[in-house]
């Protein structure tokens, strides 16, 4: 039996509030071992700036390897993003380029675009399998009649294009949010997907956000690059980073909001502040729901010199068996902590070292100064044990060597992660 964090139901939003001029559709076109959903299609009806971050695993999958030529030559021109659940199109030649760009120019027809330069494909699943074709022209064609037949997009659109691109997923991962600007108001949306090999090296396995606020190509690709550093690339399940990793941001201007187009804005450095705020929460959402997870675990590293050593530490701690598998044994092994604090390749001051873990309710400062210091009374033990014991941890390290901080998300490593990954193709 799967055991994941409970209740994920609450993660689930029951509304929204989603970017003007969007248009969302998903279906099922047979290309999962199961006959749950697995395309979706997100449309603007106008042009977007479009930006993205992708993969730098080596064997990047077809669709990254023609993403990145479309990001690159698109200007302010995007108009569309499809998505195909149940194989990732990875590792399959020239032949999985040839049929990602026929995927791209068919869904452009479909909907009346230029056959280059305005759709990207996001691919997912099984890697070393060619897209069966027929399959996916079929859903190609389901998607774009229902975009072209419907109104703006709602909840329940947002919902099922999330669901549809799932896979070893347990719950859909969506997210909107307003945002003031200038006594109008723009809106961001967004879904992602992945469970297992997580440790990006740009983003998780897939994600789009998608806003109606108007931000030029350099900014936003500006912004998503700060964003992604803090969120996306700030995540680890199991240390691997996948081939097909990517996360496109489509903003359309729909709301009618000034145009931000000058990185010194005061406009600019709000909007960052909400994609990166924005880019967290959904990015958390995919540590959530890590395979087999049983503990979500928020790594907060303070006083490090810069925002990269801080983040070395946070990430050694995260990538850790080690601590990982304490953490679903519920034991306060605060020395594999400092341990992979000691290895992170960060030059430390081990005797301005301070560690605590935390609960909504309890704190226990384990090491102090470089020594251990609340694990020998009963209470403080106590209060470990009812820490460990619940979903949220938060491992908070203090290098006292700075001003800066950082973060990661991580979850624990359970005996069914093992499960999942032994039978997965």
């Known amino acids: 039996m799967r055991r994941y964090l409970s209740t994920v139901s609450k993660h689930v939003p029951s509304s ?18 199961t006959t749950a959903p697995d395309m ?76 280059t330069g305005s759709t990207v494909m996001l691919s997912t699943g099984v890697i070393g399998v060619p897209l069966k074709m027929d399959r996916i022209e079929k859903g190609i064609d389901s998607l774009s009649a229902s975009v072209l037949k419907s109104s703006a997009a709602s909840h329940e ?39 297992g090999m997580i440790h990006p090296n740009m983003a998780t396995m897939l994600a789009g956000i998608f806003t109606d606020a108007a931000v030029s190509k350099p900014c936003l690709q500006a912004a998503l690059s700060h964003a992604v550093e803090r969120s996306f ?41 909400n994609l990166t705020e924005f880019a967290a929460e959904l990015a958390g959402l995919v540590v959530r729901d890590g395979e087999g997870a049983t503990k979500f675990l928020d790594i907060q590293i303070q006083n490090a010199r810069t925002f990269e050593e801080g983040k070395a530490v946070a990430t050694a701690i995260a990538k850790s068996p080690l601590v990982k598998t304490a953490m679903f044994g519920q034991d306060a092994n605060w020395g594999r902590i400092v341990c992979a604090v000691g290895y992170s390749g ?50 908070r390290v203090d290098l006292g060597l700075g001003k800066v901080n950082a973060q990661m998300f991580t979850c624990d490593l359970s005996f069914d992660y093992v499960k999942i990954n032994i039978d997965y193709t």
């Open 16 to 33: 929204g509030v989603y970017p003007l001029g969007f248009h969302v559709a998903s279906t099922t076109a047979g290309l999962k071992k």
């Open 40 to 115: 979706a299609l997100v449309v603007s009806d106008r042009d977007c700036a479009g930006a993205a971050v992708f993969t730098r695993n080596a064997f990047a999958a077809a669709p990254v390897l023609v993403g990145r030529e479309v990001i690159k030559g698109s200007g302010d021109a995007m108009r569309a993003v499809l998505v195909n659940a149940g194989c990732a199109n990875a590792c399959t030649g020239a032949q999985g380029i040839a049929d990602t760009r026929t995927a791209i120019a068919k869904t452009a027809a479909n909907l009346g675009l230029k056959s």
């Open 157 to 195: 659109d947002w919902l099922a294009a999330a669901r549809a691109i799932m896979t070893t997923d347990t719950f859909p991962k969506l997210r909107s949010k307003e945002f003031p600007m200038h006594g109008k108001a723009y809106r961001i949306a967004g879904w992602s997907k992945g469970a």
């Open 233 to 273: 690339n700030a995540i680890s399940v199991d240390g691997d980073t996948s081939t097909n990793d990517t996360l496109v941001v489509f903003a359309n201007g729909a709301a009618g909001t000034k145009l931000i187009d000058d990185v010194n804005s005061n406009e600019f450095a709000q909007f960052q502040d």
């Open 346 to 395: 960060v030059d430390i001051e081990p005797t301005k070292v301070n560690l605590w873990m935390e609960s909504k309710d309890d704190i226990v400062h384990l090491f102090k100064d470089g020594a251990p210091h609340q694990v020998f009374d009963r209470a403080d033990k106590d209060k470990a044990k009812r820490i460990l014991a619940g979903e949220d941890i938060v491992i």
